[in-house]
C-alpha cells in the first residue's frame, strides 16, 4: 500500500467525548476529503494544517505502527486516536486500523464515510448546517453503531440545536451522544441551559484540551 501523510504523532489528554481525561496516543492523518473538494467546514477548524495530505509525513505502515508500539511502551498508554483531517478518506486506512485494534483504540470521523463494525470504537460526527456540511451526513452510519461508540454534533446556534433534536429523536438506537458548542461562536452556558430546559438526554461535551493549553498546536 501507499505511504500513510501523517501530520502529528503525540501525547496529550483525550480532550472530547466519553474518554475525555485520558491520556492518549494521538496519531493525526493529514487530509480532509471537505477540504480537498473545497467545501471546509464554515465555522473555524482547528486543524487546518492537516486539511492535505501534502501538509504531512509520509509513512509506511510498519515504521508508523513501529512508533505508535514504542510510544505505548514508553508512556505506559493503550489509548489510541486516529484522528485527522479525516482517516477514512486516506486509502489503506482500514489495514491500519486492524493492526491496531491490539490498544484501546478510537477512530474520529466526520460521518461522510461508511464506517464497519467491531474493529475500533467510532468518534463519528453528525454535520449540523452550521458546518455547510451536514449534506454530507451518511446516516447509515447511525445503524452500524456499538455502546462503545459516540455520535457528536458541534453545534453553531439554535437552527443547529434544533437539527441535532431531530436527529437524535429520530434514531434512538444512538447511544453517547454529545452535544458540543463550537469553539468561540456559541457559549457553552447558552447550549447547556437549551438541554436543561428541555430535559434532553445528551452529554454536553466541553473541548477540555483547549480550556487547557487554548487553540495552539501540540506536538512532542
Known amino acids: 500500500m501507499s505511504d500513510i501523510p501523517i501530520s502529528d504523532i503525540y501525547i496529550g489528554l483525550q480532550g472530547e467525548g466519553i474518554k475525555t481525561g485520558r491520556r492518549t496516543i494521538f496519531v493525526r492523518v493529514a487530509g480532509c476529503n471537505f477540504a480537498i473538494d473545497g467545501h471546509p467546514c464554515q465555522y473555524p477548524c482547528d486543524t487546518k494544517y492537516a486539511w492535505y495530505p501534502k501538509q504531512g509525513k509520509p509513512y509506511t505502515m510498519d ?8 510510544m505505548s511502551l514508553v508512556s ?5 486516536c486516529l484522528t485527522g483531517g479525516e482517516p477514512l478518506s486516506v486509502p489503506g486506512i482500514r489495514g491500519l486500523i486492524k493492526y491496531l485494534r491490539g490498544y484501546n483504540l ?15 470504537a ?3 460526527d453528525i ?8 449534506r454530507y451526513n451518511n446516516y447509515d452510519n447511525l445503524r452500524l453503531l456499538t455502546p462503545k461508540d459516540q455520535v457528536k454534533f458541534v453545534i453553531a446556534n439554535r437552527e443547529d440545536y434544533e437539527f441535532a433534536k431531530k436527529v437524535r ?7 453517547n451522544v454529545i452535544f458540543q458548542p463550537a469553539w468561540k461562536i456559541l457559549e457553552p452556558r ?3 441551559e437549551w438541554i436543561i430546559d428541555d430535559k434532553f438526554d445528551v452529554i454536553l461535551g466541553l473541548q477540555q484540551h ?6 495552539r498546536r501540540r506536538k512532542v
Not at 505506559?76 to 489510541?80: A, L, Q, R, S, T
Not at 478510537?106 to 475500533?120: A, H, K, M, Q
Not at 429523536?169 to 447511544?175: E, H, R
Open 169 to 175: 429523536n429520530g434514531y434512538v438506537c444512538m447511544t
Open 106 to 120: 478510537l477512530v474520529e470521523t466526520n460521518g461522510s464515510y461508511l464506517i464497519w463494525r467491531n474493529e475500533c
Open 190 to 192: 447558552v447550549l447547556a
Open 76 to 80: 505506559n498508554i493503550k489509548e489510541i
Open 63 to 70: 515504521s508508523l505502527i513501529d512508533k505508535v508500539a514504542n
Open 210 to 215: 483547549k480550556i487547557i493549553w487554548g487553540s
Open 127 to 134: 454535520k449540523c448546517p452550521g458546518s455547510g456540511n451536514d
Open 122 to 124: 467510532w468518534s463519528l
